[in-house]
């Protein structure tokens, strides 16, 4: 950590996120408004109005949150189907020389639904390779359209929100299909244009071109399973791998519309790579410049929608207030991975690496231990993840801050729209724990705070933790969950309980060595982390948008002397503290069980 060139960098970060900040979130109004002006509307209104009127949407007419719930899961649901058909039969396709060049076969049933309710939820948890599973067509048609699809439902569903906490005696939180619409013509499309640009000018690939086949320096020989005559793996009486030796004297080099699905990627806080190695991968992320931009793009609308809070509520000072909670933690989730991968592993050092070396096991040389602890902490603070190195290589209290990033509810700026919701959450419960602390009705905004609001809170909070622990927990007494890791001990468990807190989470970022499409075609790990993904999104964007319409209804009351205010530094201080107070009672003692322990163990030059 005493790298100047790092902290330069941070202040640089930080300085660019506080730059677009404000100029995005005013942006986020007019879009956010359905009567707004922006000046994309000479080239974009027209299409605006052909889209409703070939949709039979009425713009005019606003739902109640009911209407606008069931608008919302309807859509999720259709989206959901036809990526699930079209990646199910992509070798069926027709132009399958231009759009599935490699003659990639259809995905297995159970890999087919995992990867659309993967993307339908902007989780992206990837249990397959890119490159070496998907078509064009299906990286295109379903995969990257649902990186469009999943971000503007978030950010729908935080307007709803908003929307509720705004307004006083309505019946109505907005218009779903306006809301997708706007964000997607006037918000998403726009920017991925232009910063999918920047990437190709960064050196990242898209064409259409088949895969290019180079031949090596010099062949080597590697170790790999038998396979039959079918193409399944060959084991043992006992289970063991059979092994041939198989020798290499060439490389696939991957090609494809890389750069337009990396844009939205990153935009709209998805993360689920092109290719299996993601943001590490040359064509991926080529050059620090392109990593930077990565970085900013995905804290870029979370960032702005804490300004188009205090816009929309008119009070200024509780958006910034908000973004501030954000970015301390995130300040803190950053120093503490950067300082634990600087310091490196003991057992490394005493092989003969030098301290000053730090922990470079599973990181991009190109960008470092800084640029690998930054990009880690934003991406599952953000819940993108997409990974610029991998998590499973990190030291125990280096992977400690993105797995509790996640488990905070992903509240830390957050994925686009839902960090804000989840914020507003963990807001409504410190202004009631302010309330009780006082004796009086808790307030927010001039709304009190009654039971039936605070009994919403607590359900999308116990559906957080309760899907987590339980799944968790099922795996590891399970022969399928024990049989898909890649260690034992409490790494082995850190990777159980990162896979079901970043499904529920719905950031998708992994401990790598965790298998969960094994070759054997057992589906309890496809299955149960598709079922993980739906439960964290829609289970909880239910009670949060009735607490919407529940809060629209209340009429605003005066400010009194006894009010709590909801803008300064006690209310940025109890924010903060019933984010990790609800996140430390509730995970503790299974983070305790893993990387705790792990760390414990590491210095005491021992893996178990």
């Not at 007019?30 to 009425?58: M, Q």
């Amino acid at each position: 950590m005493n790298s100047m060139n790092g902290w330069l960098q941070f202040a640089l970060y930080v300085g660019a996120l506080l730059l677009i900040t404000k100029p995005l979130g005013v942006y986020l109004v007019r879009v956010l408004d359905a009567r707004g002006r922006t000046w994309l509307d000479p080239l974009l209104k027209p299409i605006e109005r052909l889209t409703y009127r070939l949709s039979g949407i009425n713009p005019e007419r606003e739902q109640d949150w009911v209407g606008y719930t069931v608008s919302m899961l309807l859509f999720s649901l259709a989206g959901m189907l036809f990526t699930y058909l079209v990646l199910r039969f992509q070798d069926r396709i027709p132009l399958q020389g231009l759009l599935n060049p490699q003659k990639f076969p259809g995905l297995t049933p159970q890999l087919a639904f995992n990867t659309a309710a993967s993307f339908t939820t902007n989780t992206n948890w990837q249990n397959y390779g890119g490159e070496s599973t998907m078509s064009y067509f299906s990286q295109m048609a379903a995969l990257a359209l649902h990186n469009f699809t999943s971000a503007a439902v978030g950010i729908a569903v935080a307007a709803a929100l908003v929307r509720g906490i705004a307004r006083q005696s309505a019946k109505t939180v907005g218009n779903f299909w306006v809301d997708t619409v706007r964000v997607t013509y006037y918000l998403l499309a726009p920017i991925c244009l232009v910063l999918a640009l920047a990437l190709v000018s960064q050196g990242m690939i898209q064409n259409f071109k088949p895969y290019t086949v180079a031949k090596t320096l010099e062949p080597y020989v590697t170790s790999v399973q038998k396979t039959d005559d079918a193409g399944k793996p060959v084991s043992t009486p006992d289970g063991r791998p059979v092994m041939v030796a198989q020798t290499v004297d060439s490389q696939t080099i991957v090609q494809g519309p890389m750069a337009s699905q990396v844009a939205i990627k990153m935009l709209g806080t998805n993360g689920g790579g092109y290719t299996n190695a993601n943001a590490a991968h040359p064509f991926e992320n080529p050059t620090p410049l392109s990593n930077f931009l990565q970085m900013l793009a995905i804290f870029a609308i979370p960032s702005a929608l804490t300004y188009y809070l205090g816009r929309s509520v008119g009070n200024q000072r509780h958006g910034w207030a908000v973004w501030a909670a954000m970015f301390i933690m995130f300040v803190a989730g950053v120093l503490v991975s950067w300082k634990s991968e600087a310091a490196g592993n003991p057992i490394h050092q005493a092989m003969g690496v030098a301290a000053a070396d730090g922990n470079m096991e599973g990181k991009e040389v190109r960008f470092g231990i800084f640029n690998s602890a930054l990009f880690a902490t934003v991406t599952t603070d953000a819940s993108c993840g997409a990974v610029n190195a991998m998590h499973d290589s990190f030291t125990p209290l280096g992977g400690l801050v993105p797995l509790f990033n996640i488990e905070t509810g992903e509240v830390i700026f957050g994925g686009v729209g839902a960090g804000l919701y989840g914020m507003l959450i963990f807001v409504v419960l410190a202004v009631f724990i302010a309330g009780l602390m006082v004796g009086r009705t808790p307030e927010y905004l001039g709304k009190k705070i009654e039971s039936y609001d605070v009994k919403l809170v607590m359900l999308v909070l116990m559906v957080l933790s309760t899907t987590i622990l339980g799944f968790t927990a099922w795996a590891c007494v399970s022969d399928w969950g024990l049989a898909g890791l890649g260690n034992s001990g409490p790494h082995g468990f850190s990777e159980i309980l990162y896979a079901f807190s970043s499904c529920v989470g719905n950031n998708g970022s992994a401990f790598g060595g965790l298998t969960g499409n094994p070759a054997d075609g057992n589906p309890h790990w496809n299955t149960t982390l598709a079922l993980a993904m739906l439960i964290g999104r829609f289970l909880m964007i239910v009670p949060i948008l009735a607490l919407a319409g529940n809060l629209a209804g209340k009429r605003l009351i005066p400010i009194s002397a006894g009010t709590f205010r909801v803008e300064g530094l006690t209310f940025v201080v109890l924010l903060i503290g019933t984010v990790l107070l609800v996140g430390a009672l509730t995970f503790l003692p299974a983070l305790a069980l893993g990387p705790v322990i792990e760390h414990f163990l590491m210095n005491a030059g021992t893996l178990s």
